[in-house]
DNA sequence: CTAATAGTGTCTCTGAGACACTATTTG
DNA sequence: CAAATAGTGTCTCAGAGACACTATTAG
C-alpha cells in the first residue's frame, strides 16, 4: 500500500448515498428526494476527516430533516462514469425508521418487487435492491432490529411488520411460535380492540432460532 | 448530493485492501505481505478512473504475482486516523484461490477462529474476518463458488474442502446427501487409491438446498 | 481372505405447516 | 347470545442425523 506517495495520484470524490427504509399500510417504502437529475436517494459528499456514517447522518438531516439513525453499509458504487459532474465513488447506506419518525413531507417511493424501479437517478435503484436485501437478512436473524414498532407491541403488529418486510403473507401460527421465544412479555394485554386481547411484547437481543431464518429466507 | 460543487473539499486518498483466502490440509488460509508497518494485507491506491476491483487486481499482480481472482466487497475501513500517512479510505475485499495457484514464495498466514488476530497491521485482521464470513456465507448457498477445487472432484474432496472452510468436522452421510443433488456427475470414477472408488462429480450453479445452508450456517 | 474407502437403507426424532379447536374480549 | 380476534392442541409429513449395512476396490 506503499508503492507511490499519497500525494501522486488525483483523488475521487467520494459520496454516500442512504436508502432510508420504512414501512406503513402499503408496505415497504423508500425515502426519496427530489434533485436536479429526478428522484434520488438523500446523499452527500464526504467532508474532509469524516467517517461515512456521519455524513449518511448529515445527508439525511439535511435533506431529509431526519437523525439518529444506525446504518449499515451496503456496496461501493464505482464505476467511473456514473455521476456526469466526474469521478465520484459513492458508499450505499441502508437505514430504516418507523414512518412515524418521518417528517409528514417527506417523499416515499413504494417498493415492490416486480418493478425494475427505473425511476431513480444515478445507480440509485440498485442500492435500494442492496438495501431491501441487507434489511431481510437482519429481520430474519433477529426481531425487528432496526425497531420499525415501538418498545412494546403484539404478535399481530410483529407479524404485519414482517409481511411488509419480506412482500408476502406469513403463516399466523408457524409464525407466532417462531418468534414468542426470542421475546418477553410484558405481562399486559392490549385493550380496545374487538376479540380476545393480545399479550404486549417486548423485544430480546435474542437471534432468532434457525426455524423463523429459514421461513424468512425461503 | 450537490450541496456544494465537487472540488470544494478536499478529497480522501482512496485504497484497496484484500484478503486473499486458500485451503490446505493446515485449514484455511490467508496471503500476506511484509510491508513497512509488519504483516498486511495486499492492497493499493486507487488510480484515476480505475474501478475498486481492477485496482484489487493490480494489487494482487503487483504485490504477490496473482491474477484472474474474481473480489468481493467487504466493506469500507474509513476510520480518519486508521493510516498514519493521512487521510485513506481502504476498501477491502475478500477473494479465494486454490493453494495450488499461489506463487511458491507467498506468505501464508493460518487464520483460526480462537486467535484475536492481532498479528496484521492496520485494520487488516479485521478484514480478514470479514472475508470469512463472506467466505462461509457463500459457500453455504453454492457449491464451492470460488472454484477453489478443479473443475472435477469427489464428494470426499468436497467435504474436507467444507471443514477446512468452517472449520469443524461435518458429517460424512447427511453432507454427501445435502450436496449431491447440487452437483453432476462424469460417470467416471476416481482411482488408484485404496477402497472403493469414488465417484468424480462437476459443480452445477444450482443452489444448495435449505437444508444444507442451515447445516453450515449453524 | 482383510483392510480401506464409497455409498445407501433405514430408524428415530424433531419440528414446520395445516387445521381446528379453545379462550377472551366487545356489543 | 354472535362476532371477532388471540392463542394452543394436535396430526401429518419431511427431513436431518445417527448407525449400520452393503459395495467395490487394493493387496
Redesign the interface.
Known amino acids: 500500500?506503499?508503492?507511490?506517495s499519497?500525494t501522486d495520484?488525483?483523488?475521487?470524490?467520494?459520496?454516500v448515498?442512504v436508502a432510508v427504509l420504512t414501512v406503513d399500510d402499503r408496505g415497504l417504502l423508500v425515502v426519496v428526494v427530489d434533485?436536479?437529475r429526478g428522484l434520488?436517494l438523500p446523499?452527500?459528499?464526504?467532508?474532509?476527516?469524516?467517517?461515512?456514517s456521519d455524513a449518511a447522518d448529515r445527508a439525511l438531516s439535511?435533506k431529509a430533516g431526519l437523525t439518529g439513525t444506525d446504518f449499515h453499509?451496503l456496496?461501493?458504487f464505482?464505476?467511473?462514469d456514473r455521476d456526469d459532474?466526474?469521478?465520484?465513488?459513492?458508499?450505499a447506506h441502508g437505514a430504516a425508521l418507523p414512518a412515524g419518525r418521518l417528517p409528514h413531507d417527506v417523499r416515499l417511493v413504494r417498493i415492490d418487487d416486480r418493478s425494475p424501479g427505473e425511476l431513480l437517478a444515478f445507480d440509485h435503484a440498485e442500492m435500494v435492491s442492496h438495501a431491501v436485501d441487507d434489511l431481510r437478512a437482519r429481520y430474519a436473524r433477529h426481531v425487528d432490529p432496526s425497531e420499525l414498532l415501538p418498545e412494546e407491541f403484539t404478535v399481530l403488529e410483529l407479524r404485519r411488520l414482517y409481511e411488509a418486510v419480506y412482500g408476502r403473507p406469513l403463516p399466523k401460527d408457524t409464525f407466532r411460535r417462531l418468534v414468542v421465544e426470542a421475546l418477553e412479555t410484558t405481562g399486559r394485554s392490549s385493550s380496545g380492540g374487538a376479540g380476545r386481547p393480545a399479550e404486549i411484547f417486548r423485544r430480546t437481543g435474542t437471534e432468532l432460532p434457525?426455524g423463523a431464518?429459514?421461513l424468512l429466507?425461503?
Request: zero cysteines.
Open positions: 500500500m506503499n508503492d507511490k499519497l495520484y488525483p483523488r475521487p470524490s467520494v459520496a448515498d434533485g436536479p434520488a446523499g452527500t459528499f464526504l467532508h474532509p476527516g469524516e467517517r461515512l439535511t453499509q456496496a461501493m464505482d464505476a467511473p459532474r466526474g469521478w465520484v465513488l459513492s458508499m434457525a431464518t429459514a429466507a425461503g
